[in-house]
């Protein structure tokens, strides 16, 4: 993972799409609305939606940014887009700080976490290999 500890695409990246930072739009023109709506890291949720599904504030997704767990999306107009698979890793975030656990080191507990499920992603495709 890079610096910015992109969760959302850490080591999944074969097979995520990329999405035009301007315009929320995939960088393939063949994709058509019927997949984005099963795309999970297709940036279709606004600030004030994504806090209202979560039932946090907009504060404390910035905060999620600002601690660099998930970096949304930006529209045209500079508003931030979250996917639904970012909107899972702001769930469990909340979970670990409504149970005591400091921001900071529940960001970090997600990012091992993420980080653990892909190595085992990756060992048991290996394993099908031999």
Avoid: W
């Amino acid at each position: 993972m890079d610096q910015t500890h992109r969760v959302s695409h850490s080591g999944q990246d074969r097979h995520r799409r990329t999405y035009d930072t301007a315009a929320d739009k995939p960088s393939v023109l063949a994709d058509g609305p019927e997949q984005r709506l099963d795309d999970e890291d297709y940036p279709a949720y606004s600030m004030g939606r994504a806090a209202e599904i979560l039932g946090v504030s907009p504060a404390f997704l910035r905060s999620l940014g600002a601690a660099k767990l998930i970096e949304p999306l930006r529209s045209e107009g500079g508003h931030r887009r979250f996917s639904r698979y970012q909107l899972r890793l702001a769930a469990r975030a909340r979970e670990l700080v409504d149970a005591g656990t400091a921001l900071e080191a529940a960001c970090r507990i997600i990012i091992l976490e993420d980080q653990l499920a892909e190595a085992l992603r990756i060992n048991e495709e290996l394993r099908r290999r031999d």
